[in-house]
Structure formats: structure tokens, C-alpha cells
């Protein structure tokens, strides 16, 4: 497949480039059309600039780029901008569009009195699989339907309504997505916001995410914090993190280390609740009319808080100095289990 570059050239100094006085910019531009005959995957790969995805019932994919370079004078533009291009390839059905540079170049380029600059728009029709991958730039997706992958690093993501299977890498940066169906992310300091989804499987080193409201959440983190706001279902194995759950309706499960997960509200007809926890905090917050079995195995010294009137039968267990205590707390008309194996740290019931 051949490639066509329409070339734009532009001299801008003084006035025109404010801060950057007595600077040139160069510029071109990229510009293709495909149509989608056994064509069932679009993946695109860019460096220093913005992808920014629509989705269309178009029957062509449609593929814009500009690559832009400001430099201390117009040689050097002229010299940069030789170094970068932009390629398509088809194969196999799948179309790959890149962002391609000829000479090594890092962000500290920009320092060396260069700015680098590749920003695509495209648009894409219902049906076809996509793939973006950007390292030092953004993007953003409107709403879409079908298979999304994602891979991004020092780059922030953002997308309205993502309906189908959604994967995600990202490494820094922020993320936020307004609704999602199905995503599967692994994220390293990353802020990420996401609004509403129905099931989330993320990985999660350090940064800060909230998840404001999600059917089935599942975690597994190292640092960092974690704000969840209305969840169903949550599970999650957790080191050196800190959650705060706002409310849980039916099912916790927890397995924690040096962390500490505080819940606001546990619905009254939840089902269960299971910590295991060391070296960690846990607050837990009861509906009034709710109705459980509690059992708690703890360490001796454990601190705990929890309500005088709970009737707990404690017991020893075949491990030296650690406990058990049970007892059904609540409303008998249900049914639900609390079950809390701790070593070291505290617990707060109400």
C-alpha cells in the first residue's frame, strides 16, 4: 500500500509565535482512506502527539495526521521534520498505521530548543477491532462499540461511552472514562477516574483511582489509594493500600497486607464478607437491619472496636496465641456471613 504525504510548509516568527520568537515551524500532513474490504483490525502507533478516535457508519477508515516541528531556525526545522514520517501497511487484515522515526529522539529534544509534535484524528467504523498505542502524547475516544486495546505511557487517556471488550495499559499519566462495560487495566502511577462500569479487572501500582459506581469490581494493587463509591460485588488482593468504600450491596472479599479498607455502608441484605488480612486496618458499617453470622479470627493482642452488645463465644484455635470468636449479630430474618482472619492491626465494627 502506497503512502501519500500532502507537504505543508510554513515560516512563522516575531508576533506570530509569541513565546516563540524568532523560531520556524514546519509542518505536513498525512491523509488516507481505507476501505474496509477484508479489513478487520486497525492498529495505530504514535510517539509526541494526540490520537483522537471517533466512530462512524462510514464504510472507510479515515486517517489524518499532522506532524509539526518548531525549531530555533528553518534549517533545523527542515532537517527534523525529514527525520519523521508516517506508514501504512496492510496485512493479513489488519491495516497498521505508525509513526516512524529515522533518528533516535527523546522528549529531551524539546530542551535542545525542538518541539516535536504528531497529532492523528481518525474515524472509524462500528465493526472494526482497534488498537492505539501513544508514548508521550494523549487519547481520546468518544463513544464506542467493539473491541478497544489500548497501551499508553506517560500519556493520559480519555474516553465518554466504551461499549464491548476494553483492555488498557497505561503507564502515568491520567485516566477517565465516563461508562464502561468490560475492562480489563493494568495501571502504574496512574489518576484514574472511572464513572460507571459494569465489570473491572484492574492491576493497580501506586497512583490514585476512584471508581465511582461498578457492578463487579476486582483489584489487585501495591500502594497507592483506592476510593470505591457504589459497588455490588468487589474482590481484591491488596499490599501497602489504602481503600475507602463508600458503599457495598452485596459481597466483599479481601485479602490484605500492611493496608487498610474502611466501608461506609454494607447493605442489609448483603451476602458476605471476607477479610484476611495482616498488619492492616479494617472498618466495616452495618445497615441497621442487617443480619449476619460474624466469626473472627484474630492474634490475642489484635485492637479491636466493636459494639458491647455483639455476644461473641470465643475459642482457642490450634495456633499459639490467636482466637476465635463468633456469634450471629443482627436481624434473624437473614442470613448473610462476616468472615475476618486478621494478624495484627485493628478492627472497627458497627
Not at 30 to 40: E, G, H, I
Not at 97 to 119: A, E, H, P, Y
Not at 164 to 175: A, L, N, S, V, Y
Amino acid at each position: 500500500m502506497k503512502t501519500i504525504l500532502t507537504i505543508f510548509i510554513a515560516l512563522l516568527t516575531g508576533f506570530g509565535l509569541s513565546a516563540q520568537t524568532d523560531k520556524a515551524s514546519r509542518e505536513k500532513y498525512y491523509s488516507q482512506s481505507f476501505t474496509l474490504k477484508n479489513l478487520n483490525e486497525l492498529v495505530v502507533s504514535n510517539q509526541y502527539g494526540t490520537i483522537d478516535v471517533t466512530q462512524t457508519d462510514s464504510a472507510n477508515i479515515s486517517v489524518k495526521a499532522t506532524i509539526a516541528i518548531i525549531a530555533k531556525n528553518m534549517s533545523k526545522a527542515d532537517e527534523m521534520l525529514d527525520f519523521i514520517d508516517i506508514e501504512d501497511d496492510f496485512k493479513e487484515g489488519i491495516l497498521s498505521i505508525s509513526t516512524k522515526l529515522t533518528k533516535d529522539m527523546s522528549f529531551s529534544t524539546m530542551f535542545k530548543g525542538i518541539t516535536i509534535s504528531v497529532d492523528y484524528v481518525i474515524a472509524v467504523p462500528q465493526g472494526v477491532k482497534l488498537r492505539l498505542v501513544n508514548n508521550e502524547g494523549n487519547v481520546f475516544v468518544a463513544d464506542f462499540q467493539g473491541d478497544l486495546n489500548v497501551d499508553v505511557k506517560n500519556s493520559n487517556f480519555k474516553a465518554t461511552k466504551l461499549q464491548g471488550e476494553f483492555k488498557i495499559k497505561q503507564i502515568g499519566g491520567e485516566f477517565n472514562v465516563g461508562n464502561v462495560d468490560f475492562m480489563d487495566g493494568e495501571f502504574k502511577n496512574t489518576d484514574l477516574t472511572l464513572d460507571d462500569a459494569f465489570e473491572v479487572n484492574v492491576n493497580l501500582t501506586g497512583g490514585k483511582s476512584n471508581f465511582k459506581v461498578a457492578e463487579k469490581l476486582n483489584i489487585k494493587s501495591n500502594s497507592g489509594e483506592v476510593k470505591v463509591g457504589e459497588v455490588e460485588k468487589m474482590t481484591g488482593i491488596s499490599s501497602g493500600t489504602k481503600f475507602v468504600v463508600s458503599d457495598v450491596g452485596d459481597a466483599l472479599k479481601m485479602e490484605m497486607n500492611r493496608g487498610s479498607i474502611n466501608v461506609g455502608n454494607i447493605h442489609f441484605n448483603f451476602a458476605s464478607v471476607d477479610i484476611k488480612a495482616t498488619y492492616s486496618k479494617i472498618g466495616l458499617t452495618f445497615m441497621k437491619d442487617a443480619g449476619y453470622q460474624l466469626d473472627i479470627t484474630q492474634n490475642r493482642n489484635l485492637k479491636t472496636d466493636i459494639p458491647s452488645n455483639f455476644k461473641l463465644t470465643e475459642q482457642l484455635t490450634a495456633t499459639k496465641n490467636v482466637i476465635r470468636r463468633t456469634g450471629f449479630i443482627g436481624n434473624k430474618d437473614y442470613n448473610a456471613f462476616v468472615n475476618l482472619d486478621i494478624r495484627y492491626g485493628n478492627i472497627y465494627i458497627q
